[in-house]
């Protein structure tokens, strides 16, 4: 789960699939933000704290690997599952045209989201994600094998603790041009070490990852109207390649690519700076009415 005070005050929200920890700073605009896989709203710490001068900023702890609130039996955690969690959040938080912002996993999720059940977003910004058929990328496919099976996955987990195999290419290695912090590094890789539950929605997670939702999804982007801007990384890498940024902009009826320098795909965790002044501009120039929202989510929330 997230630990960066940055992110702001803490809360928890129910909806049918079981209840989503958040957290919540700032003021004007409405963001709220998805993050990828093995990784919690930490990865949006630096980014929150320049936008949250002028935005409100709402971070979720998706239950993607790195998460501490488990999800009920059956819950959906193919791609459009996740992206009805989305729309659920955003409803029982009496959230609307809000602008959605993605990266990892988190984008193909965010993918769903616009192209099924955009009548809450009024725009989306998407740093370097899984699309079409890189879903998920080469060298963390070894994830689908490990992932299916209890013990293959408590295994993962327990290697996570080592600095040395962090850094490496099969797990968090080619997502940075510089190492991760090591008390962020152990927010996104302790839950699925310690806590049973969580091990549980992963290994359901894994069990739907399938490329067929990327590229049938990737077919129905047309139908968003609403301004997109593709934040992405030039890397060295191709973990998630450039192309695929300029292919999904010509999918969109109104989309804009950026490219963000000396950044492996965590642009985030690279050049937090530069991804906020993307994402600025963007609400600032290419959004009609971006909505300003200054009383509290709902009151079905709790601390």
């Known amino acids: 789960m997230s630990i960066s005070p940055v992110l702001g005050e803490r809360h928890i929200l129910h909806i049918p699939e079981g209840p989503i920890e958040y957290r919540v700073t700032g003021a004007g605009p409405t963001i709220v933000f998805l993050h990828g896989i093995i990784a919690n709203g930490d990865v949006w710490r630096g980014v929150v704290a320049d936008l949250a001068q002028d935005h409100r900023c709402i971070t979720p702890d998706w239950p993607l690997g790195a998460h501490a609130l488990v999800m009920h039996p059956g819950t959906d955690f ?6 009805a969690m989305v729309d659920g959040f955003l409803a ?13 996993t988190g984008g193909a999720v965010a993918q769903h989201v616009v192209a099924d059940r955009p009548e809450r977003i009024a725009g989306l910004v998407l740093t370097p994600c899984d699309a079409f058929d890189n879903f998920v990328p080469l060298p963390i496919r070894h994830l689908r094998l490990f992932g299916r099976t209890s013990w293959g996955l408590w295994a993962l987990a327990q290697t996570l603790r080592w600095r040395w ?6 797990a968090f290695g080619l997502l940075t ?4 912090p090591a008390d962020i590094m152990c927010s996104y890789t302790a839950p699925l070490r310690e806590r049973t539950g969580t091990r549980s929605n992963f290994a359901a997670l894994v069990r739907a990852i399938d490329p067929r939702y990327t590229v049938d999804v990737a077919k129905r982007l047309r139908s968003f109207p609403r ?24 999918l969109f009826p109104d989309a804009a690519v950026e490219v ?3 950044s492996g795909p965590f642009v985030t965790e690279d050049q937090p700076t530069a991804v906020a002044h993307a994402v600025r501009r963007f609400v600032a120039t290419r ?11 709902s009151k ?3 601390i």
């Open 300 to 302: 079905q929330t709790e």
């Open 165 to 170: 195999v962090q850094r490496l290419p099969i």
């Open 92 to 104: 029982a938080a009496g959230l609307d045209q809000v602008v959605l912002v993605a990266n990892d």
């Open 78 to 83: 193919s791609l459009p599952g996740i992206a």
């Open 287 to 297: 959004l009609k009415r971006p909505e300003t929202v200054r009383h509290p989510l």
């Open 177 to 180: 041009e510089r190492a991760i």
């Open 227 to 250: 301004p997109v801007l593709l934040a992405w990384a030039r890397e060295r890498r191709r973990f998630f390649p450039l192309e695929h940024a300029h292919r999904l902009a010509s």
């Open 260 to 262: 963000i320098e000396d």
